[in-house]
C-alpha cells in the first residue's frame, strides 16, 4: 500500500507539535492540508486528480496468449503508461537512490530532485520519444547522460570523464528488433552446444564458427573437457546474447530497458528490480512511496513498445526523387554500407513472449511467472511485412544487431565518449539500424550531427573502407545515397494507426 | 511558546485526539505489515533425497565418534561434477561418484572397490599435495592418518610412505593446510583429540597437535624453479619431520588465515572445553624462518573458552578482513575483527557481534525444546543468490546430553540488508530430527544453486537439494550468480591461498581458497557467488604469491575457468552431462 508522505506518521506529528503556536487561521489551514492530502490519495480515479498513473484494469492481469482485444487493452495501458507524467503521488524521484541499474543507495539526498544531467531528467517516457511521434527518437534536447550511477552518481557536469552524452533513440519496430536478437542468440548459443557436443565426442578441440541470419559473429573454440575459449568472438558478448538496444546494444530487453529508465529518468521504481525481495525494502528509494511499478505495469509498457509498428519506406509521388533512390539504394549496397545496415533480417516467429528468455535476475524471467504471449501478427502492421518462400519475416532494419569499432586515428569523431559502457569499449557501438533514419534527426550517439551525409563522414574503424567510398563518390552519387535514406521514414499516420 | 488557555486547549484537544488517533492507526499499520515481512528476501526450498540419490551411508561408532563425521566434496574424476567422501565412524567411508546431470535430481553411485573405504573415518580434505593436478585426500582417523595421491577416474593410493608421512596413532578431529612462501608442497597442520593413553583421561589429557612440512626446497630445485615449475619436475613431496604444536587443547576445527592480511598465514585452532583444562581457542603465528609459537594476551589475544567444534571463515563487512563464525555448544560466535587494533598495532582483537548480527542460534529455532543446541559444521555460504552471506551450520546432541537439545536442526542463517541474519532453517526444509557433524555446502548439480551435504550420526546423511526459491507457485529462480575456478602451473595448481574480489556496482565481495575449517570436512572445486540482480561482475584474483590479476570481464549464471596465464576466462558447461 501506498502512503503519501503527507499522511505518514512523522509529518503529522511534525504538524501536531507545530499547532501548540499554531493561529486559528493557521490550524484551519492544516486542516485544510490534511484534507487536501486525504483526497488527493483517495481520489486517484476523479478526473481532476493529479496522479499520473491510471489504476489498472483487472483484465489486464491475463497470462499466456494474449487474444486480440486483451492485447490491444495491454497497449493501450501502456501508451497511457509510457505517455504519462509522473507525479510524486505515483511515487517519481528517488532521494536516496541513484541511477544505477543496481539498487545503490544515495549516501545523501541530492538538493533538488531533477537535474538535466544526474536525473531525474524527464517527466513521462514521452518528454524524450516523441520525434516525429510518441514512441520516436528525441531532439539534442532531450539528451541524456548516461553514467553507471555507483560512484559519483550525482555529477553535475557534461564533462565527459562523468558520463556518456546519447541522443535518444526511436521505438518503432522495436518488438520486432527484440525478436530477432532473441533468435540469433539462440542460433549463437545452439552452436556453442555443438561445438561442445563435438569436442567432447572426438576428443579434440573445434573451432564453431559463429553465425546468425547471415551475420558473422567470430568463432569459438570448444574443448573436450566442456571448456570455451570465447577470445575470437566478436560484436557479441561472450555469453553469446545479442543485446539489440541502446546506442551500444548492451540491453537484453525491453523489458530490461523500461526498469532501468524509469528509475534512471523518473524515480520510478519496479517492483521486479527494486522490490523487498532483492533490497529489504518495498521503498528503497525512501521517497514514501512503496512498490511503485508492478509487474503488469512494467508488462504493459513493454506491449505498447513492442507493438509500435516498424518504419516504413516513404513512396513518394516525385519521379526524381524516385529515381534518385533507386540509384542511390544501389550505390549503398555497392560500397559496403549493407554489409552492417543489412537491408533486413529474416524473422522466423511474431510470438512476443514477456518476460523473455534471456534476462537475468531483476529483470522479470519466464522462470519466475507464468508469462504472457503478445501475438504480433495480430496487429494491423503485421500483414505488411513481406516474406520469404520460408514464410519467415523480411524485417527491414537497415542493421546487423552486431558492434562494431566505429573510430580510427583519422576518422574520430563517433570516438568521443571516455567512458566504456557494460564491459564495451569506448569506440565500439552497435550498427544504428537506419529504418526511420529520414525522420529521426538529429545523428550520431550524441545526436549532434544535423545531417545524415555528416554521420556517414564521421563513420570510421570498421566502417572506414566504406566511408572512404562514400567520399570518393560523385556529389550526384552522394545525393542519391541521400536520396535514398530520406525515404526510411516513420509514417506519423500509420505510426498511430494501431 | 505562547500561553496556552482552556478554550484553546479544548479545541486542540480535540485535534489533537484525532490526529493522535490517525497517528496510531497508521502506525499500527506499518508495524504490522513490517511484522508480515519477516524476511522478504529469498528463501531456498531444499529437498532431502538422499536414499534417492543412492546414498545410504550412516556415521556411527562408540565415544571416539561422538565427534567428527565429515564429508569432503571434491571433483576426483575430471568431469567437474563435486565427487563425495564421506566418513564413517566405526562403519566404512565411502566414496560417492557423483552422476547427477545439470539442475536435475541428484545422483551419485557408490564405489564400493575404492582404497578409500576404510574404517576408523572421522574426516578428510582434498588438496593437491604434489602438484599433478589430481586432487590427493587427507583422511583424519581413529589411528593412523592416511594421506592418498589422487590419480584418474577417482584413483586413489596410499601415499604415506611415498612421501614419508608419518600418520601417527591418535585420534584426530581437524585439518588444515597451505603453501607457506618457498615451499613447493603444502604445510600439513594436525588437529588432535583427547590423548586416551595418557593418565586421568579423558579430562585435561587433550593431545598435542602436528605440523607437517614438506622438505625444503634445494638450492639447485631453487635456482631451476622456473624449468621446475614449467615442467612440473619438483620431485615428490616430503614430509620426514613434524613438529608438534602444543599445547594442544583437544581440537575440532582448524584453519589457516590470513588474519591481518600479512600475506602470511596464521593458524587458527577452535578447542572443546569440555576436555580441556586451562585451554582457550588458539592463534598461531608463523613468523618467517622461526617455530609457529602461540599468539599471547600481550599482543592482544583474548582468551575465549568454548566448546569449540567448528570454524567458518568470510569477509562479512566488506573491509578486506575475515570474520570468524565458531561454532559452540550454545552461542555460536561471530567474531569481528578490531580494525585499528589489526593495523596500528597487529594485535589479534576480536569483537562478538553474533547477538548484535542475529546469528547466536543458541538454541532450536523450532520445537518445544528449549535446551541449548550444539553446532558443528559451519559454512559461509550464499544460498539464495542475492550478494549476501549466508551461514550454514550443522546440529546436534553429542550423543544423550540431557542439558542440551536433543532436536536440534540445522540452521540456515539469511544475511539481510541490514547485515544480520534471518533464520530460516525451517521454512527451507532443514528442519530434520538429525544429528548433524559434518557438512558442505556446494553446487552438486552444476545449476548455480547450493546444495547441502549432512552427515548424520546414527542416521542416514541428509542430501538436500537446492530445488529454487520458494514462491506460491513453486519453486522459482533466483538471483544471479558466479562460480570460479583457479588454475596455476607449478606448485600449488589450484591457487590455496588465493583471494577473489568480484565486484558488481559498489559492492565488493571475496573468497578465499583454503584447505581446511568446518568440522572434519572439506571442499575443493568451483568459488560460488551469488550476484543478487547484478548481471555482469568484475574479478580480480590475488594469487597466492599476491600478485593481483588484471581484471576479467565476466557475466552472470555461468561457470569460469581463470587460467594464471591467460588474459580471458574460459568458460565452462557441463558438456559430460549433455544428452
Known sequence: MRIPPKLQPQFLLNNLTNMFSATPFQLSCLMLLLSLSISAHSDQNTLWSEHAIPAIPD????????????????????????????????????????????????????????SRTAGLDANACSSCHNVPVIGGAGDFSANVFVSEGFVQSDFDTTDPQFSNERNTNHLFGAGLIELLAREMSRD????????????????????????????????????????????????????????????????????????????????????????????????????????????????????????????????????????????????????????CHKPYLLLENLDFHDPGPLDAAGTLRNSEVNGRVYPLNLLTWASTLERDA?????????????????????????????????????????????????????????????????????????????RDSWQSLSKEQRSNVIAFLKTLIIDPVKASAE | MRPFCYSHQRRYGLLIGLLLSCTTMLSTHIHAQDSD?????????????????????QYSGAWEFFVGGGVSSFDCNADRFPDLFIAGGEATAGLYINRSKPGQSLQ????????????????????????????????????????????????????????????????????????????????????????????????????????HRPAARSTSQAEDNAESQSKNSMGIPQYDNHQALTPGYCALSMLFTDWNKSGTDSLRVTNDRHYYRGGQEQLWRFDSGEYPRLFSRAEGWEPLVIWGMGIAETDLNGDGYPEYALTSMG????????????????????????????????????????????????????????????????????????????????????????????EQGEKAGLAKDTRGRGANV???????????????????????????????????????????????????????????SIKTGNLVQTRRVQVGGGHASGSAGFVHVGLGVAERATLRVQWPDEQWSAPYKLFANHHVIVKRDQDTALQWFPVEKLD
Open chain 2, 331 to 422: 552461542d555460536t560466535k561471530l567474531q569481528v575483527l578490531d580494525l585499528q587494533q589489526a593495523i596500528e598495532e597487529n594485535r589479534p582483537v576480536y569483537e562478538d557481534m553474533a547477538w548484535a548480527r542475529q546469528a547466536t542460534a543458541h538454541r532450536p529455532y523450532t520445537g518445544d525444546d528449549l535446551k541449548p543446541s550444539t553446532g558443528w559444521h559451519s559454512q559461509f555460504a550464499d544460498v539464495n543468490n542475492d550478494a549476501r552471506t549466508d551461514l550454514f551450520i550443522a546440529k546436534g546432541n553429542v550423543e544423550n546430553m540431557q542439558d542440551f537439545a536433543n532436536f536440534d536442526p540445522d540452521n540456515l542463517l539469511l544475511g539481510t540488508q541490514a547485515n544480520t541474519f534471518s
Open chain 1, 59 to 114: 483484465t489486464l492481469n491475463k497470462q499466456g496468449k494474449l487474444d486480440s482485444a486483451t492485447l490491444q487493452q495491454l497497449i493501450e495501458h501502456g501508451e497511457l503508461l509510457f505517455d504519462a507524467r509522473f507525479t510524486t503521488l505515483d511515487g517519481a524521484g528517488r532521494p536516496m537512490a541513484t541511477q544505477a541499474i543496481i539498487p545503490t543507495k544515495r549516501k545523501r539526498a541530492p538538493r533538488t530532485e531533477f
Open chain 1, 188 to 339: 549463437l548459443q545452439t552452436s556453442r552446444i555443438q561445438a561442445l557436443q563435438q569436442a567432447k565426442t572426438s576428443g579434440e578441440a573445434i573451432k564453431q564458427t559463429l553465425q546468425s541470419k547471415g551475420v558473422s559473429f567470430g568463432s569459438l573454440q570448444a574443448f573436450p573437457d566442456g571448456t570455451i575459449d570465447t577470445a575470437n568472438v566478436e560484436g557479441v558478448d561472450i555469453d553469446l546474447v545479442v543485446r539489440p538496444f541502446s546506442h551500444k546494444g548492451v540491453m537484453t530487453s525491453l523489458r530490461q530497458f523500461t526498469v532501468n529508465a524509469l528509475n534512471h529518468h523518473h524515480g520510478i521504481q519496479a517492483i521486479e528490480r527494486f522490490g523487498a525481495r532483492w533490497t529489504d525494502n518495498a521503498d528503497f528509494d525512501a521517497d514514501g512511496y512503496e512498490n511503485e511499478m508492478s509487474e503488469v505495469q512494467v508488462s504493459a509498457l513493454v506491449a505498447w513498445q513492442a507493438s509500435l509498428p516498424p518504419p516504413s519506406t516513404l513512396k513518394t509521388d516525385n519521379k526524381p526523387w524516385q529515381a534518385a533512390a533507386r540509384a542511390g539504394e544501389q550505390t549503398f549496397n555497392d560500397i559496403g554500407c549493407a554489409a
Open chain 1, 390 to 466: 520460408n514464410g519467415h519475416y523480411k524485417i527491414p532494419l537497415f542493421g546487423d544487431l552486431k558492434r562494431h569499432v566505429i573510430s580510427d586515428q583519422q576518422v574520430a569523431a563517433l570516438g568521443n565518449e571516455l567512458l566504456s559502457q557494460r564491459f564495451v569499449e569506448r569506440n565500439v557501438f552497435m550498427t544504428t539500424e537506419l529504418w526511420g533514419a529520414a525522420s529521426t534527426a538529429p545523428y550520431g550517439h550524441r545526436g549532434d550531427m544535423t545531417t545524415l551525409s555528416e554521420v556517414i563522414d564521421a563513420h570510421g574503424g570498421q566502417a572506414r573502407p566504406s
Open chain 2, 442 to 500: 556446494v553446487d552438486l548439480n552444476a545449476d548455480g544453486l547450493l546444495d547441502i551435504v549432512v552427515v548424520n550420526r546414527e542416521d542416514n546423511v541428509s542430501l538436500f537439494r537446492h530445488a529454487g526459491m520458494q514462491h506460491d507457485d513453486g519453486p522459482r529462480a533466483g538471483g544471479n550468480w558466479l562460480k570460479i575456478e583457479l588454475q596455476q602451473s607449478g606448485a600449488n595448481r589450484h591457487a590455496v591461498g588465493a583471494t577473489v
Open chain 2, 108 to 211: 551419485f553411485e557408490q564405489d564400493k572397490t575404492s582404497s578409500l573405504a576404510l574404517k576408523d573415518v572421522l574426516g578428510s580434505y582434498p588438496i593437491d599435495i604434489d602438484n599433478d593436478g589430481h586432487l590427493d585426500l587427507v583422511v583424519l582417523r581413529l589411528g593412523a592418518n592416511q594421506l592418498f595421491k589422487g590419480g584418474k577416474n577417482c584413483t586413489f593410493t596410499p601415499a604415506n610412505s611415498l612421501w614419508n608421512f608419518d600418520g601417527g596413532n591418535a585420534w584426530t578431529t581437524a585439518f588444515s593446510a597451505n603453501f607457506e612462501k618457498d615451499l613447493d608442497f603444502p604445510s600439513l597442520a594436525i588437529g588432535n583429540y583427547v590423548d586416551r593413553t595418557a593418565p586421568g583421561s579423558p579430562w585435561g589429557t587433550c593431545d598435542a597437535n602436528e605440523l
Open chain 2, 37 to 57: 515481512i519477516d524476511y522478504a528476501g529469498d528463501i531456498p526450498h531444499y529437498v532431502e533425497q538422499a536414499l534417492e540419490a543412492g546414498i545410504e551411508h
